[in-house]
């Protein structure tokens, strides 16, 4: 089953670590499975997303980058 | 007639903007600043207060003698701005007409929003870091945690600092050996910047701080003594010092000139609001994505005096702004420290640490009263 994304960050002008803490914020609040889509436009947020995903297993399942926005799609991990 | 302009707030913007406004339209303009307690507090000390570093009073001085003889300072509250009728509010039921209105307002904490923050100590206020030195002075050992319970927040080094002072104060009272520190950090690094990351880190290893990444402070059990993130992790603590939310204040959200935590938007360069004509913020106060310290108000400050001035004096709106400059300095214990400079083009650099930026630091916390609030230094 295809999951659609559940809610979209649009945290476009903000520097590390808002978008890591807002994130996590959001995270937290979605069931087991659910995607959030993250924009950003901090290319420091490139690593810090990946390191996070690792971190807190959260899968990073996609991430892309158009117009110097970032888009980032994470699957909240399995309880 | 003189043209009047309000510049609420008297800490290092506000008082900084209000003195070079009168400077530089000297006998066109009518220049005001409101401040609630007519008390100009140094900030950047808390840290220092926190491990008994420095004392309280001087901290603190009174704001008319940082003033401009030809700057009124109004002792009030002010309670409301009204933006389109361009006038102030103030709590006596007072109005304050302005043709230009500057925003120094700075931000306050707000503890209260961590559930069981009260639990938590912190150095974010004057008042919180004398009650964390009092409990610095108990401590008998145990663990201590620091972390950070919402972004963003008032000097960013300041957690990394913290810990290290904090090392020294334990060893200096015998009980470092007995104790643990622990940083918890909303990044996979210590500290925003990557570079000063890279450069603490090592640091932090070798005085045995142990460095715990991704924990963005959630909840606080004051009963079970425990701290948890938003990422799921939970500690044990003996003593727990968090960095509390942030947010603008009342006045801004009250006026709606802020957005929904009362930041107030500006155009990065010009520091001018994004809605309201005649209306500036500077500091603290602001959405800009640039680092919340007196240092930046500092460079802010000639930039929004520098335009209020000219339009006063008919001249063109001058051609530099802001251009995200920050300068700050990172205590990394045993009298060393680091320097951060960086702006919106060029990243952070930082040398290696030694004594003589521990020195800078402490020779500009003492000559800052007599410089910086009056432009003397650039």
Known sequence: ?79 | MSAEVVVLGGGVGGTLTANLVARHARGRAHVTVVDETGRHVYQPGFLYVAVGQERPEKLVHDEVGLLRHDVELVTEAAVRVDPVGRSVALASGRTLPYQHLVLATGCRTVMAEVPGGEGAHDFYTLAGAIRLHEALERFAGGRILVGVAGIPYKCPPAPVEFVFLLDDYLRSRGVRESSEIKLLSPLNRAFTIETTSKLVQPILAERDIDLCTFFNVETVDPEARTVSSLEGETFEYDLLVLVPPHRGQQLIEDSGLGDARGWVPVDKTTLQHAKFDQVWALGDATNIPISKSGSVAHYEAPIVAGQIAAAINGAPAPATTYDGKVMCFLETGRGEATTIRFDYEHPARSPRPARVWHWGKALFNKAYWHTVPQGRLP
């Open chain 1, 1 to 79: 089953m295809q999951a659609t994304i559940a809610t979209t960050l649009d945290l476009k002008g903000l520097s590390c670590p808002i978008p890591i803490a807002k994130t996590a914020k959001t995270m937290k609040q979605l069931a087991p499975g659910e995607l959030v889509e993250v924009l950003a436009t901090d290319p420091g947020s490139v690593p810090d997303f990946q390191a996070w995903s690792k971190a807190t297993g959260n899968p990073l399942v996609e991430i892309g980058e158009a117009d110097g926005v970032f888009r980032f799609v994470l699957r909240k991990k399995e309880a």
